[in-house]
T-cell receptor, first 113, second 112 residues
Framework: KAGVTQTPRYLIKTRGQQVTLSCSPISGHRSVSWYQQTPGQGLQFLFEYFSETQRNKGNFPGRFSGRQFSNSRSEMNVSTLELGDSALYLC????????????FGPGTRLLVL | TQLLEQSPQFLSIQEGENLTVYCNSSSVFSSLQWYRQEPGEGPVLLVTVVTGGEVKKLKRLTFQFGDARKDSSLHITAAQPGDTGLYLCAGFTYNAGNMLTFGGGTRLMVKP
């Protein structure tokens, strides 16, 4: 079974631009969660999608948004990029989003200049 | 807001030494998970502890969940260079949907 895949793996943007990151969960998994990882703040929860609905949201500004498609693939979008948005963005999938193991993808490393 | 404090942040030891990483919170979690992350990769789950007082062993790694389900520890016996990496604890809150609260991480380096 293929693991969680994220594209692109690396991205360089400038302040003010917007970016879209993609996550394909493990086949059969319906829950996708997104996390931001930075050296200063560590891993922080962004949001979770289940069956195309946002079920849970972390404490991030509205510039961070996401969506999930009927095939469970998910995208997250960051608008009006700031330098502080430079981070590793990780997504994780589970079957139903209960107590099962979360499987993480390799992440997308975003650098904002 | 639930917080998990992990200590120490950094640990550099010689091969063969023992070490313990701590994860503490003032909040109760449904379960607590330990992950290991290598550079350029996402975290990989090592273990999940669910019951207060639970102890789980994974070869040379021993994980313990506190009686009150607020804290946990990871003990590595006879560390090896292959144990080098970032160790993360994460608390799972069942009622809040699928959300993990991560500790700040412990970066472990084991020198040969």
């Amino acid at each position: 079974k293929a693991g969680v895949t994220q594209t692109p793996r690396y991205l360089i943007k400038t302040r003010g631009q917007q970016v879209t990151l993609s996550c394909s969960p493990i086949s059969g998994h319906r829950s996708v969660s997104w996390y931001q990882q930075t050296p200063g703040q560590g891993l922080q929860f962004l949001f979770e999608y289940f069956s195309e609905t946002q079920r849970n949201k972390g404490n991030f500004p509205g510039r961070f948004s996401g969506r999930q498609f009927s095939n469970s693939r998910s995208e997250m979008n960051v608008s009006t990029l700031e330098l502080g948005d430079s981070a590793l963005y990780l997504c994780a999938s589970t079957q139903t989003g209960g107590r099962e193991t979360q499987y993480f993808g390799p992440g997308t490393r975003l650098l904002v200049l | 807001t639930q917080l998990l404090e992990q200590s120490p942040q950094f640990l550099s030891i010689q091969e063969g030494e023992n070490l313990t990483v701590y994860c503490n919170s003032s909040s109760v979690f449904s379960s607590l998970q330990w992950y290991r992350q290598e550079p350029g990769e996402g975290p990989v789950l090592l273990v999940t502890v669910v019951t207060g007082g639970e102890v789980k062993k994974l070869k040379r790694l021993t994980f313990q969940f506190g009686d009150a389900r607020k804290d946990s520890s990871l003990h590595i016996t006879a560390a090896q260079p292959g144990d080098t990496g970032l160790y993360l604890c994460a608390g799972f809150t069942y009622n809040a949907g699928n959300m993990l609260t991560f500790g700040g991480g412990t970066r472990l380096m084991v020198k040969p």
